[in-house]
């Protein structure tokens, strides 16, 4: 059996963790625990070479001693009733008195209290029981008082040990329910993750993203295409030529205008259409070349308004 001193019980109330619940300080109140659990083994290990001897039970104190005792309280009480006899008698109207002066009076009632002060520092208290048998015999019930109340300290330290280790138990058990729920979540997660994936694969939003990809490339090729061969077969009007003639120039034409390559113009009637379908006709202005503007109209490319001859517009073509 061990002991605990007040010091000791004090300190491990003030050092015993709160109640926790998240994962990081569920570790700091176990390695706590386990640090206080051996602080406490080497403290009753240190403890147990000192402790004295039980002690014995208590003895009757002897007649001599009781008769002894009894004429000391006899004596005190004799010494106290003459005490209150002199305040009793004592006489009020000795205390000085000086209206006309009362800061001497003040003074003087300051130099009286430090004198008995001062003797009362000097003298020595004076046990009321001399008698060694009594003392040994107070001393010892003080003793075993003491005991007790540590045995009830330790005690409720050991109660206290035992439901923090519950607490403890308790806490690691949620700890493990909750790290299972949270691999339980992910789990469901990347499973879910999985099945959308593969349904964005093969969904048919996919395909048709796909789709309009490949038609998006197979735009830009065609365009490609259709700028390349206008750029050979038809070039810009400041530098076509036709056959068995010389190359036409505006210098020797005459022209003013700048012209606009036959690119353009198809680009131009092509956006007139997408942009307003409710009114596709474009203004003929001198920026077209008529030999360009007449392939287009021959060809069936382009079409006159019926009524505006100066108004274009490109044919509908439906596949």
């Not at 691999?183 to 879910?192: I, K, M």
Request: a negative charge; proline letters at 5%; charged letters at 30%.
């Amino acid at each position: 059996m061990f002991y605990l001193f007040p010091g000791d019980m004090e300190r491990m109330e003030r050092e015993s963790p709160p109640s926790r619940s998240q994962h990081g300080t569920l570790a700091e109140l176990q390695d706590e625990l386990i640090e206080e659990a051996q602080q406490l083994a080497r403290r009753s290990a240190l403890y147990q070479s000192r402790l004295p001897r039980p002690l014995a039970a208590d003895s009757a104190v002897s007649p001599a001693s009781e008769e002894a005792i009894l004429d000391e309280c006899n004596e005190a009480w004799r010494k106290l009733g003459e005490f209150q006899n002199k305040l009793t008698l004592c006489d009020a109207r000795t205390v000085i008195q000086d209206l006309e002066n009362p800061l001497a009076v003040l003074l003087a009632r300051e130099r009286a209290l430090l004198a008995e002060l001062n003797v009362q520092k000097s003298r020595e208290p004076e046990l009321l029981l001399v008698n060694q048998e009594v003392l040994t015999s107070l001393g010892k019930q003080e003793l075993q008082n003491t005991d007790r109340q540590l045995e009830q300290i330790l005690s409720c330290a050991r109660a206290k040990k035992k439901s923090l280790h519950g607490q403890l138990e308790r806490e690691r058990k949620w700890l493990e329910e909750e790290q299972e729920m949270e691999r339980s979540v992910q789990q469901r997660e990347e499973d879910g993750q999985m099945v959308y994936h593969s349904l964005l694969e093969n969904s048919g939003l996919q395909k048709m993203r796909k789709d309009l990809q490949k038609l998006t490339l197979h735009k830009e090729t065609l365009l490609t295409a259709l700028g390349s061969f206008l750029d050979t077969h038809y070039p810009h009007p400041d530098e076509a030529e036709t056959p068995g003639k010389r190359r036409l120039t505006r210098a020797n034409t005459g022209l003013t205008a700048n012209f606009i390559t036959f690119h353009e113009m198809l680009e131009r009637l092509m956006t007139r259409t997408m942009s307003s379908p409710h009114d596709p006709y474009l203004q003929v202005d001198g920026t077209f070349w008529p030999p360009y503007l007449e392939a287009l109209l021959r060809y069936g490319v382009a079409q006159r308004h019926p009524d505006d001859p100066q108004r274009v517009r490109l044919n509908d073509f439906h596949l």
